[in-house]
T-cell receptor, first 115, second 113 residues
Framework: AQSVTQLDSHVSVSEGTPVLLRCNYSSSYSPSLFWYVQHPNKGLQLLLKYTSAATLVKGINGFEAEFKKSETSFHLTKPSAHMSDAAEYFCVVSASSGGYNKLIFGAGTRLAVHP | GAGVSQSPRYKVTKRGQDVALRCDPISGHVSLYWYRQALGQGPEFLTYFNYEAQQDKSGLPNDRFSAERPEGSISTLTIQRTEQRDSAMYRC???????????FGPGTRLTVL
């Protein structure tokens, strides 16, 4: 069965410093992995996705994630945090079955960015 | 272009009442998903439609929950005899056939008093 574990429920960084949000996954086959972001009072927005192409995936707003099979990790990073990055971030694995994708979400990491 | 829309955005109801939550997917998206997100948690899968066919309802918690998509477009999630534990954000998502990327609506926040 597929699952994801987000290792930090809260992360706090200063504006301009690097961001690291950690995610480990469990999958019985080569997974499709995603990061979604949820800003207050808004819907979930896809940041980036990994689907067995390049292991380093670039997403929107300067975020990127690296798929490491040996570590079963898919950590999200950004070189320099901006105030607008404050939001909740979800690591997601897709449980593909019969031509559709049931998404399995982690519990989320709330990112705070302070001046 | 128009994204996924959901209505109402907020619903407050009394325990024991029935509620109907609506989802209008992106035009042309044949796949439609419902998820439920409890406070402080990630969304959890409820059910999946391929056109009008409900192909997976394994995530529906009990028989008070049902969903339909009669014409393969708009979908309704119905909760009968609501209970306080049903309070959550209900999210709808749509995608192209077999598509990896799901586009989410803003959600309906349901509060059962």
């Amino acid at each position: 069965a597929q699952s994801v574990t987000q290792l930090d429920s809260h992360v706090s960084v200063s504006e301009g410093t690097p961001v690291l949000l950690r995610c480990n996954y469990s999958s019985s086959y080569s997974p499709s992995l995603f990061w979604y972001v949820q800003h207050p009072n808004k819907g979930l927005q896809l940041l980036l996705k990994y689907t067995s192409a390049a292991t380093l995936v670039k997403g929107i707003n300067g975020f990127e994630a690296e798929f490491k099979k040996s570590e079963t990790s898919f950590h999200l990073t950004k070189p320099s945090a901006h105030m607008s990055d404050a939001a909740e971030y979800f690591c997601v694995v897709s449980a593909s079955s019969g031509g559709y994708n049931k998404l399995i979400f982690g519990a989320g990491t709330r990112l705070a960015v302070h001046p | 272009g128009a994204g996924v829309s959901q209505s109402p955005r907020y619903k407050v109801t009394k325990r024991g009442q029935d509620v109907a939550l609506r989802c209008d997917p992106i035009s042309g998206h044949v796949s439609l998903y419902w998820y439920r997100q409890a406070l402080g948690q990630g969304p959890e899968f409820l059910t999946y439609f391929n056109y009008e066919a409900q192909q997976d309802k394994s995530g529906l918690p009990n028989d008070r929950f049902s969903a339909e998509r009669p014409e393969g477009s708009i979908s309704t999630l119905t909760i009968q005899r609501t209970e306080q534990r049903d309070s959550a954000m209900y999210r709808c998502a749509s995608s192209l056939a077999g598509g990896n990327e799901q586009f989410f609506g803003p959600g309906t926040r349901l509060t059962v008093l």
